[in-house]
Structure formats: structure tokens, C-alpha cells
């Protein structure tokens, strides 16, 4: 059985809208050790997984025709490559699903990751970001948390500057991470950054080896709120969000769906992943939602 490797890339895996964003400019700030906010768009935290331009210059080899499957066959050795030739620390948002190939190997290969930084969001607020980041209606939005094949850029006839991103459900892209084998992971619920920052930040910093004085993490915290960052993207366009969307870091809030959802919305969540949401603590064994004031990060 395959196992962690120290020189490793860092995952930072979460399904879409849950705090991934956030969390890279958490990273940045503290690295950065600087009293001002870094700039949103100069996170260069590390290249996202399904960057075409990383994968194809690590394989060296032109990706362009080749079919999603053909390509999805080579992304192992690609990061594997690039774990042992990077050369440097740097934390890699992902959003594709933990899945595994025809030939039973996983996407993401244990051997070629130092640890995974799991970030999970209440899916009945992320049915609202999604809305947002989709310009889709929250019916459409509640469609694609449950839909087993959901992904991105998975179209046939223009070549995308990311690969096919595998997400499934939200349950399921959860699950494919809380239960992969031999990964080393710290999983993080968007909720315990927001209530308890300090916390929970310094868990994310400890797992990524990000070594940091209570001071400095309380500044890369501080400089990473969400007005902040609201301030930044008004004055300069956020680069990396869709080209339809008007404003990426919207709210930023817990528990906006109480304002947004329908009841029938709400139990349409609800029942689509009622054994996820019970096991992360979302809602209690009656289906009813809860507060989450008193959640922890969790290692698993």
C-alpha cells in the first residue's frame, strides 16, 4: 500500500464555494508576514490541480488533443513528477473529486502527496454560492449538489485552460476524501474558521507546516476578512472568478440560507445528503439543522 510522501505536494480539497479561496489567502498572508493584505490576485499559493499548463509541463508533452479519460491516465505521473521536482512548499487547491482511474490507481496518488487540507461547507449554504458562482437559479444550483456526474469544463469541443474536474455530489466528492486510504488529512468545516478563527487557523497552519507565532496568525487572519477581500475585488476585479460573476466574495457568511432557502429547498438539501450532513454535524439525527457554535477542526 502506497503512504504519504514528506516531499509531497499539500492538497487543499474541497468541493466548490466552501472555502478553498478563503483559506489560500489565509496562506498567503502568513507567509507573506507583511502588515498590509496581499494583493487577491497575486495568491501564488501553488498551481490548482487541474491546471492544464502545470500538468502538461510536467508530463512534457502536448495534452491538447488528447480525450479527458487519455489525460485523467496521465495526471498520477504528472504529480508525481512534480513532488519530487518541485523543489518548493506550496499548497495546491483541488476541487476534482478523490476518484480512481480504469486501472484502479487513484487520481491523486498517495505516494505523491505530503497531506490533504479537507475544507467542507454546509451544502445548504453552498447551494446559495454556487447559485452565485454559476449564475444559475438555486433550484439549478440543488440540481448539481446532487447530481452524481456533476463537473466542470467537461466539454468536448474547446480545449479549457483546466482539465475535467470530477466533482459527483456533494456528499459524494465529500465522502471520496474523508475515506481515501492512507491519505494524510486534516479536515476543516468553513463554520469553525468563521466562529473560531484562531483555532482553527492554527490547525490548518500546524498540518500545512507552516510554522507561525500567535501574533503573525492572528495578522494573516486578520488580514484575510472577508470585507477585506470584499475591498480588494471592488476595487480590482477578481481574476480568477467566472466571467459572468459580478462579485465572487459575496457574503461570505454562516447560516445565509435561513435568509435565502425556501422550506422546500431546505428539505431537498436536506434529504439528498442527510448521512453526510448528520456525520459532519450539520444536522442532528432528526434531520433539524444546528447552530455549530461549539464545532472543532477534526483530524481524520
Given at each position: 500500500m502506497d503512504t504519504p510522501n514528506d516531499n509531497?505536494?499539500?492538497?487543499?480539497?474541497?468541493?466548490?464555494?466552501?472555502?478553498?479561496?478563503?483559506?489560500?489567502t489565509f496562506i498567503a498572508n502568513l507567509l507573506s508576514d507583511s502588515e498590509q493584505p496581499v494583493d487577491i490576485n497575486a495568491l501564488q499559493t501553488g498551481a490548482i490541480a487541474s491546471s492544464r499548463e502545470w500538468v502538461s509541463t510536467a508530463l512534457g508533452i502536448d495534452i491538447d488533443e488528447?480525450?479527458?479519460?487519455?489525460?485523467?491516465?496521465?495526471?498520477?505521473?504528472?504529480?508525481?513528477?512534480?513532488?519530487?521536482?518541485?523543489?518548493d512548499d506550496a499548497y495546491h487547491k483541488i476541487h476534482d473529486a478523490y476518484t480512481y482511474l480504469s486501472d484502479n490507481q487513484p487520481l491523486i496518488p498517495v505516494d505523491a502527496t505530503?497531506?490533504?487540507?479537507?475544507?467542507?461547507?454546509?451544502?445548504?449554504?453552498?447551494?446559495?454560492?454556487l447559485a452565485n458562482h454559476n449564475q444559475c437559479s438555486i433550484d439549478n444550483a440543488?440540481?448539481?449538489?446532487?447530481?452524481?456526474?456533476?463537473?466542470?469544463?467537461r466539454g468536448k469541443k474547446r480545449i479549457y485552460n483546466q482539465l475535467r474536474q470530477q466533482l459527483l455530489s456533494w456528499s459524494a466528492h465529500t465522502q471520496s476524501w474523508l475515506s481515501a486510504p492512507s491519505l494524510n488529512r486534516l479536515m476543516v468545516r468553513y463554520e469553525d474558521m468563521q466562529?473560531?478563527?484562531?483555532?482553527?487557523?492554527?490547525?490548518?497552519?500546524?498540518?500545512?507546516?507552516?510554522?507561525?507565532?500567535?501574533?503573525?496568525?492572528?495578522?494573516a487572519i486578520n488580514n484575510s476578512q472577508m470585507k477585506k477581500l470584499q475591498a480588494q475585488e471592488a476595487e480590482s476585479r477578481?481574476?480568477?472568478a467566472p466571467a459572468n460573476t459580478q462579485q465572487f466574495f459575496r457574503k461570505g457568511i454562516v447560516g445565509d440560507w435561513q435568509n435565502s432557502l425556501t422550506d422546500q429547498q431546505i428539505a431537498r438539501i436536506i434529504d439528498d445528503h442527510f448521512d453526510v450532513m448528520l456525520e459532519l454535524g450539520y444536522i442532528d439525527s432528526a434531520g433539524n439543522p444546528t447552530s455549530l457554535i461549539d464545532a472543532e477542526a477534526i483530524a481524520v
Open positions: 509531497g505536494l499539500f492538497w487543499l480539497a474541497s468541493y466548490p464555494k466552501s472555502g478553498n479561496t478563503w483559506t489560500r488528447l480525450s479527458h479519460d487519455e489525460v485523467d491516465q496521465l495526471r498520477p505521473a504528472a504529480y508525481r513528477w512534480l513532488a519530487s521536482n518541485a523543489g505530503r497531506g490533504a487540507l479537507v475544507i467542507v461547507r454546509n451544502p445548504l449554504d453552498v447551494a446559495i454560492s440543488i440540481e448539481s449538489l446532487a447530481n452524481p456526474v456533476y463537473g466542470f469544463c466562529q473560531q478563527p484562531k483555532k482553527t487557523f492554527r490547525a490548518i497552519a500546524d498540518f500545512l507546516d507552516i510554522s507561525a507565532t500567535d501574533e503573525q496568525l492572528a495578522n477578481f481574476k480568477e
